[in-house]
């Protein structure tokens, strides 16, 4: 079975960090572009940061740049995304998402990603 599962989240302070892991089972994500996606309550899922298979080259909107960084463990069953500084406009259900693809750029939009994690939730309190 090809599954993505998250883990990492939590309830934290304003300013405070967390780490999720993104973590394939039945594959290795060494061909795959990885996403990671957020839905907080009545919006709309926003991509956070997405890094690619061909070169690990990354991309991150506005919104987290500076405080978000995504990476691949050496093992090439997981991805991490590194969130500091984080905010209460953070609070969302985090997503990771891959597609196998040997782009130099990856992938941006939900709609390009073919596997989807569960979700794991991400609180930050004021």
């Known amino acids: 079975q090809v599954q993505l599962v998250e883990s990492g989240g939590g309830l934290v302070q304003s300013g405070g960090s967390l780490r999720l892991s993104c973590a394939a089972s039945g594959f290795t994500l060494d061909y795959y572009a990885i996403g990671w996606f957020r839905q907080a309550p009545g919006k709309e899922r926003e991509g956070v940061s997405c890094?690619?298979?061909?070169?690990?080259?990354?991309y991150y909107p506005n919104s987290v740049k500076g405080r978000f960084t995504i990476s691949r463990d050496n093992n090439g069953r997981t991805v991490n995304l590194q969130m500091n500084s984080l905010e209460p406009e953070d609070t969302a259900v985090y997503f990771c998402a891959g597609v196998y693809s040997r782009t130099t750029s990856p992938p941006k939009s939900a709609g390009e990603y073919t596997h989807w994690g569960q979700g794991t939730q991400v609180t930050v309190s004021s």
């Open positions: 890094i690619s298979s061909s070169d690990n080259s990354t």
